[in-house]
Structure formats: structure tokens, C-alpha cells
């Protein structure tokens, strides 16, 4: 395994359980308290994984309330491309809607795309106008490739050979088969 996934794991495993022990410390979060609010904006691997071991080790409801803030209302997995490009799965067997997640975390899971995040006030604006507070805000909202970085790739040949990647979330599949 390389350094920069093993960073990447040890990177995530470690949010995780910072997240879930700031969340249930007690002098944070007791019985005399008011539920506290967590707003996880982002829906992908990141945010449903940290959302669903939150409700995992805080089960009550009356303590923890769980908001995701996701546009897209499907995710479709990376992790199976290669099984996609080989033929052996479609891209509507790595795709996914989130009623499961939504039963997984007791919580809510709003489609809209977030605007931005007031951390003074704490709530998370939505394109909508709505506000979302929270006492605890997750930012997952995943990766992006840096063209820039590496001379002479940018959108545009990067098209030429999709990452596997932007092929499930860009609807791209079709340019592996000309």
C-alpha cells in the first residue's frame, strides 16, 4: 500500500473517532442537555460513513439528530470501476439511492446544495435559503483533481482518458467504449 492511501485511511479513521468523541464527551452531550444537531455536509463515502458510525455509538435519536446535506439523490460508487470497464457490473449496480442511509442514520437527508457555512452563528446555508444549525458541522464534500499540478493535464485531456472516478460521477461511461 502506498503512503499517500495509507495517509488517506489513517487520515479518515481518525476523523471518525474524533467526530464520535467530541459528540459523546460527556461535559458535550448529557442526558440534561438539549439534542444536539449534526449537519454533515456531504453524502458520499466520507459523510454517510461518519454519519452512520455517529448513530452507531449514539443510538437515541433524543441525543443526536443527523442531517446530511447532499444534491445528488443516487451515489454511484467508485470503488467498483474496474469490475464496470471489465463488463462483469453496469453502472446501475454501483448506484445507489439513499433511503437505506437515511433509515441507517434515524436522520434526515436533504438534496439541495450548501452555499455555505456560518460558523459563528452555526448553520449551514442551503441554495434554498434554508438554514441548518448545528452544534457540530462535517464538511465530506469529497475529492477534486487539481490539473494544474501536472504539466500538461487539464479538463480538457484529462477527458481523453477518464480516472475512473469521474467516469460514475460524470455519467461518462460511454467514452471507454469509442
Known amino acids: 500500500m502506498n503512503n499517500i492511501n495509507k495517509d488517506r485511511r489513517s487520515f479518515i479513521k481518525g476523523s471518525i473517532v474524533t467526530a464520535v468523541a467530541l459528540v459523546s464527551t460527556p461535559n458535550v452531550l448529557h442526558a440534561e442537555t438539549s439534542t444536539k444537531k449534526v449537519v454533515v455536509v456531504g453524502g458520499g463515502v466520507g459523510g ?27 451515489y454511484t460508487t467508485p470503488f467498483g470501476t474496474n469490475e464496470m470497464i471489465s463488463g462483469s457490473r453496469t453502472l446501475a449496480e454501483l448506484t445507489v439511492g439513499y433511503d437505506a442511509l437515511k433509515t441507517d442514520i434515524s436522520g434526515e ?41 501536472i504539466v500538461g493535464l487539464n479538463a480538457q485531456t484529462n477527458a481523453k482518458v477518464p480516472h475512473a472516478y469521474n467516469l460514475v460521477n460524470d455519467g461518462s461511461t460511454e467514452q471507454m467504449t469509442e
Open 48 to 74: 454517510s460513513t461518519v454519519a452512520r458510525y455517529l448513530r452507531k455509538f449514539i443510538p437515541q435519536t433524543t441525543l443526536l439528530e443527523i442531517t446530511i446535506i447532499e444534491p445528488k439523490t443516487t
Open 109 to 149: 437527508i436533504v438534496h439541495k446544495k450548501a452555499i455555505g457555512i456560518n460558523s459563528m452563528a452555526k448553520y449551514v446555508s442551503i441554495e434554498d435559503g434554508t438554514q441548518y444549525l448545528y452544534d457540530f458541522c462535517i464538511v465530506a464534500t469529497g475529492i477534486d483533481f487539481e490539473y494544474s499540478d
